[in-house]
């Protein structure tokens, strides 16, 4: 199982990125996949998953209405379009996978919310 995200990079406060996690080595379609983040400092915040084929997605309250997660399951990938952001969400995020039993992280991607 490999998953590496991009999409990261230095944004102002209000505006937007698109994170990308491309996933092998398993069945995509069949397996939630989440998003987390951890900013310096701080413990890991879950922030959204979604299910295998879409049906059902799960976010944090503090990014209701401003992340929306997707999924490409053609493509074996998922998504995370984050709006309206703020300095607090500054933080490594990364996607990860709990296939049979087991949990598989990417690296993370930085991102960066400063003016």
């Known amino acids: 199982v490999q998953l590496v995200e991009s999409g990261g990079g230095l944004v102002q406060p209000g505006g937007s990125l698109r994170l990308s996690c491309a996933a092998s080595?398993?069945?995509?379609?069949?397996?939630?996949m989440s998003w987390v983040r951890q900013a310096p400092g701080k413990g890991l915040e879950w922030v959204s998953d979604?299910?295998?084929?879409?049906?059902?997605?799960n976010y944090v309250d503090f990014v209701k209405g401003r992340f929306t997660i997707s999924r490409d399951n053609a493509k074996n990938t998922v998504y995370l379009q984050m709006n309206s952001l703020r300095p607090e969400d500054t933080a490594v995020y990364s996607c990860?996978?709990?296939?049979?039993?087991?949990?598989?992280w990417g690296q993370g991607t930085q991102v960066t919310v400063s003016s």
């Open positions: 990860y996978a709990e296939v049979n039993d087991s949990w598989y």
């Open positions: 979604m299910a295998g084929d879409g049906g059902r997605t």
């Open positions: 080595g398993f069945t995509f379609s069949s397996y939630y």
